[in-house]
């Protein structure tokens, strides 16, 4: 597809559950972002690949949250026995090279945890 | 602490008329400077941005002013046309080249037609 693809684009999980959120990036880009909007908040900084670096991590608000990315493509974000204050909405965003290149953004995935 | 702050959560503005959309920062490392723009259920989008070494820059309806001493900058966007409403974000960056953006909270602007 032309632009950063997410799914699923809501996730309703029980408390204590794992959730896998995955996100594909424009085609040829090496930047990608997940970000994370609760409600009444800004954008979340969770955690940043570039490339074959290794990841910006420092945005994982606890060791629950991890985040992969697979043969510099596809990336999962993986939150473990999830929470009530996990739900927000995750956004995925890739840049072509980096920061100082726009970020594009998906349409992100709604998580409510019950 | 909110590095990228937007104090006014909303702002209501006639078609028409100018819209100015505040934004404050901290960090005096931050150089770089975007707006993004969110309709509900989508992503957000860039609009424009700005670097430290200027202090305007202009896209059509949309200009963004910077002002470093009193680590301020403002979007105008005139006029104001109701498909302008949505929520706007402020966004910096500091000086390392592979540096995250910071958000601020949002701004939800309402053009009344």
């Known amino acids: 597809g032309a632009g950063v693809s997410q799914s699923p684009s809501n996730k309703v999980t029980e408390k204590g559950k794992d959730v896998e959120l995955r996100c594909d990036p424009i085609s040829g880009h090496t930047a990608l972002y997940w970000y994370r909007q609760s409600l009444g908040q800004g954008l979340e900084f969770l955690i940043y690949?570039?490339?074959?670096?290794?990841?910006?991590k420092s945005g994982l608000p606890s060791d629950r949250f991890s985040a992969e990315r697979t043969g510099g493509s596809v990336s999962t974000l993986t939150i473990q026995r999830t929470q009530q204050e996990d739900s927000a909405v995750y956004l995925c965003a890739s840049s072509l090279s980096g920061v100082r290149e726009k970020l594009f953004f998906g349409s992100g995935t709604q998580l409510s945890v019950l | 602490d909110q590095q990228v702050k937007q104090n006014s959560p909303s702002l209501s503005v006639q078609e028409g008329r100018i819209s100015i959309l505040n934004c404050d920062y901290t960090?005096?490392?931050?150089?770089?400077f975007l707006w993004y723009k969110k309709y509900p259920a989508e992503g957000p989008t860039f609009l424009i941005s700005?670097?430290?070494?200027?202090d305007k820059n202009e896209d059509g309806r949309f200009t963004v002013f910077l002002n470093k001493s009193a680590k301020h900058l403002s979007l105008h966007i005139v006029p104001s046309q109701p498909g302008d409403s949505a929520v706007y974000f402020c966004a910096a960056s500091d000086t390392g080249a592979n540096s995250k953006l910071t958000f601020g909270k949002g701004i939800t602007l309402s053009v009344r037609p």
């Open positions: 960090n005096s490392m931050f150089d770089y």
């Open positions: 700005i670097s430290s070494i200027k």
């Open positions: 690949f570039q490339g074959n670096s290794a990841p910006d």
